[in-house]
């Protein structure tokens, strides 16, 4: 499997058999100046219809667009949607996302979307086993560098990799990669946008990519 992060909560996973998923495609503009997305799929999951994640229609090659709490296999990926909250608040402040989980070749992934608290003891269950999770770490519309921490407790993964945080191409009110990386051992700071998994490590990794647009 080959993760690619195009920017913000978007990557590119393409299967070993060259099946491409896009997740949450953004829109540029509005304090998001990531290069626009011009890269085709199979597929594309939507975690929810924030302009930052919901730009399905940029992405090339008639892709199968995945949103809610579905359960699919499309060209050989399964693919669950769990519904949880954009907030702390049950929903009441910004309304509801989706996290997926998806299987791909011998990899279980999980993509958290804009999740906004701690997992209930469903939903652990619901999304356990983790081998590389995608997950918010800059706060404000999200869960913080502390919670995200939390949330990689809960789940046990053998891979985060960190998204939906502050650089220099998102002029929203989040904190940077470094507030969540802080005290934490087994840290690879990748100088590219692009990396294979081929195994998984014996002990939880942070991979930090450098966004392709």
């Avoid at 359960?71 to 519904?83: A, E, H, M």
């Avoid at 985060?160 to 998102?170: G, S």
Wanted: with cysteine.
């Amino acid at each position: 499997m080959k993760i690619k992060w195009l920017g913000h909560s978007s990557f590119l996973l393409t299967s070993e058999k060259g099946t491409k998923i896009i997740t949450d495609p953004y829109t540029t503009g509005g304090g998001l100046s990531y290069g626009e997305i011009k890269e085709s799929a199979d597929i594309v999951t939507v975690s929810h219809e924030h302009g930052d994640h919901n730009n399905a229609a940029a992405v090339g090659g008639k892709p199968v667009v995945v949103k809610g709490a579905v359960s699919q296999d499309i060209k050989g990926i399964k693919i669950k949607g769990f519904p949880v909250f954009h907030d702390e608040s049950k929903g009441k402040e910004r309304g509801t996302v989706t996290l997926f989980t998806f299987a791909i070749d011998k990899f279980r992934v999980c993509h958290l979307g804009d999740l906004g608290h701690l997992l209930s003891e469903q939903e652990i269950r619901d999304i356990v086993p983790v081998d590389v999770l995608f997950i918010p770490v800059g706060g404000f519309y999200t869960i913080d560098a502390a919670n995200a921490t939390k949330v990689c407790d809960q789940l046990k993964p053998k891979v985060v990799i960190p998204m939906h945080f502050k650089t220099p191409k998102l002029a929203y009110p989040l904190a940077g990669v470094d507030e969540f990386l802080k005290g934490k051992k087994s840290v690879k700071k990748e100088t590219g946008n692009e990396i294979e998994v081929k195994a998984l490590p014996a002990a939880t990794e942070i991979w930090v990519l450098q966004p392709a647009l």
